[in-house]
């Protein structure tokens, strides 16, 4: 909690000097459907949600960067961890479905292809928030605490209002166990912004 606090406070300073340079700054929220790969996992997408910030930095007319601060719920089902693992290196305590809630930071490079359309792509660094080594069920101690993915997609920009999609990739396995199961997240986001 104390890292989502920092990262809020730290993100609206920064709205408040990039405002006072003519780029823009805004909030945004949406949907995830989400899966982790891997065979101790259910294929399939799950349905979770994510809430923000962003900053559109224009370099010129068509390119510009846009960093973003996102609290992002990852959820998904085991499938097949029992017979992977013992059940001494089970830390999902019998429980089916898992949430993970990770500090996304993606950032984007822009393109603007033409009058509303925007492109997006770039690297996304997410932080796991829920750490707490008590809280078994959403198997924390299970997971790294970093993940590292790419982000591709498109914007529409309108006034005030921005409507996004974006795939997500994840490049690094995120099984905290041991290597006998490769873990990537992998996201597909759809969203709305509203531009300050």
């Given at each position: 909690?104390?890292?989502?606090?920092?990262?809020?406070?730290?993100?609206?300073?920064?709205?408040?000097?990039?405002?006072?340079?003519?780029?823009?700054?805004?909030?945004?929220?949406?949907?995830?459907?989400?899966?982790?790969?891997?065979?101790?996992?259910?294929?399939?997408?799950?349905?979770?949600?994510?809430?923000?910030?962003?900053?559109?930095?224009?370099?010129?007319?068509?390119?510009?960067?846009?960093?973003?601060?996102?609290?992002?719920?990852?959820?998904?089902?085991?499938?097949?961890?029992?017979?992977?693992?013992?059940?001494?290196?089970?830390?999902?305590?019998?429980?089916?479905?898992?949430?993970?809630?990770?500090?996304?930071?993606?950032?984007?490079?822009?393109?603007?292809?033409a009058g509303i359309l925007t492109l997006?792509?770039?690297?996304?660094?997410?932080?796991?928030?829920?750490?707490?080594?008590?809280?078994?069920?959403?198997?924390?101690?299970?997971?790294?605490s970093g993940d590292f993915s790419m982000?591709?997609?498109?914007?529409?920009?309108?006034?005030?209002?921005?409507?996004?999609?974006?795939?997500?990739?994840?490049?690094?396995?995120?099984?905290?166990?041991?290597?006998?199961?490769?873990?990537?997240?992998?996201?597909?986001?759809?969203?709305?912004?509203?531009?300050?």
């Amino acid at each position: 909690m104390k890292k989502l606090l920092v990262a809020a406070i730290l993100l609206f300073s920064t709205i408040q000097l990039v405002n006072a340079q003519g780029a823009r700054a805004g909030v945004k929220l949406g949907t995830n459907l989400n899966k982790i790969s891997g065979q101790s996992f259910k294929d399939g997408f799950d349905l979770s949600y994510h809430v923000g910030g962003f900053l559109e930095l224009d370099l010129n007319r068509k390119w510009g960067i846009q960093p973003e601060v996102l609290w992002s719920q990852t959820s998904t089902k085991r499938s097949n961890f029992n017979t992977l693992y013992s059940t001494q290196v089970n830390p999902f305590n019998n429980n089916e479905k898992i949430k993970l809630d990770y500090l996304s930071i993606p950032i984007l490079l822009r393109y603007s292809v033409a009058g509303i359309l925007t492109l997006n792509v770039g690297p996304q660094f997410g932080i796991l928030l829920n750490q707490d080594k008590t809280l078994l069920q959403n198997g924390e101690s299970a997971f790294k605490s970093g993940d590292f993915s790419m982000v591709a997609g498109g914007q529409l920009n309108f006034k005030f209002l921005r409507i996004y999609g974006r795939y997500n990739i994840g490049l690094q396995n995120i099984n905290d166990i041991d290597n006998k199961d490769k873990w990537t997240n992998q996201q597909i986001q759809l969203g709305l912004g509203l531009r300050f």
